[in-house]
């Protein structure tokens, strides 16, 4: 068996070796973990209308050795998953310490790659990504620019080869460290686009790799370790926020 890896990280590494089938099972048990460890591989191939085996080859794919080894690893991966909610004051110190750093953020460099880029691209990696990409997009509208979304890891598989060191892509990811990414990564910096990375923390490999990095920033004693992915959320729309304020006092200068 492959090195223990969560589900999602095991999916996204063989990604592009997928069938439309393997790609139906992968999507249900991303959005049904929970019941994942409890139903039958005969209850998930016929909630899906495969058969027994397309689903066991698909497991076998990622490195489980049997049904059972899957759901035992799943198990494992929501048990390590489940993080303590922090506390009032936590996530209090937290949110100054992010609004402190977007407050002395330069994003001149930023803005001026975006002016003259042909096209501008925004790719999130998961729900909450994706829910931010949305309304990045939409408030750049008000500024009269003009952002595409990549919606997905086929779309965004097909849209990376066709850019070109014109083009410019903003990547939104919580860990920034994600196989999928990381081939991403290799084929834009191969043809030179811009990358602009916002994530977490700026110790990741996509910070580390992107041209522009944005980050939600972390407090000296480590508190966002400790707080669950959900509560990044309005920290994503913050920095939006002071990012287009920004912009648009730029323009007015």
């Not at 993080?83 to 949110?95: F, G, N």
């Not at 598989?157 to 070109?164: L, S």
Request: hydrophobic share 40%; aromatic share 12%.
């Amino acid at each position: 068996m492959i090195d223990k890896k969560y589900f999602e990280q095991r999916a996204l590494a063989c990604f592009e070796d997928m069938t439309e089938s393997d790609i139906e099972v992968y999507r249900f048990i991303l959005s049904h973990k929970s019941e994942a460890v409890h139903i039958s591989i005969d209850s998930l191939a016929a909630e899906l209308y495969l058969s027994h085996s397309s689903v066991g080859r698909f497991l076998q794919k990622l490195g489980y050795d049997s049904f059972a080894d899957f759901k035992k690893n799943l198990q494992e991966e929501i048990i390590e998953t489940t993080i303590e909610a922090p506390s009032t004051k936590q996530m209090v110190l937290d949110y100054k310490a992010s609004l402190d750093y977007m407050a002395e953020a330069n994003f001149s460099e930023l803005f001026e790659r975006m002016d003259r880029s042909k096209r501008i691209y925004v790719f999130g990696t998961g729900a909450v990504q994706k829910q931010v990409a949305s309304e990045f997009v939409r408030q750049f509208l008000y500024c009269d620019k003009l952002l595409y979304i990549v919606d997905g890891y086929e779309e965004a598989i097909e849209t990376c080869a066709k850019m070109t060191s014109d083009d410019l892509i903003f990547i939104i990811s919580a860990s920034g460290e994600d196989e999928f990414v990381n081939h991403l990564l290799s084929v834009l910096m191969d043809q030179k686009v811009g990358i602009a990375s916002i994530t977490a923390s700026s110790d990741n490999t996509l910070a580390w790799m992107a041209d522009y990095k944005l980050h939600l920033s972390v407090t000296e004693d480590g508190i966002m370790s400790t707080v669950p992915q959900t509560i990044f959320t309005a920290k994503y729309f913050m920095l939006i926020d002071i990012m287009i304020n920004s912009y648009r006092r730029r323009r007015c200068v």
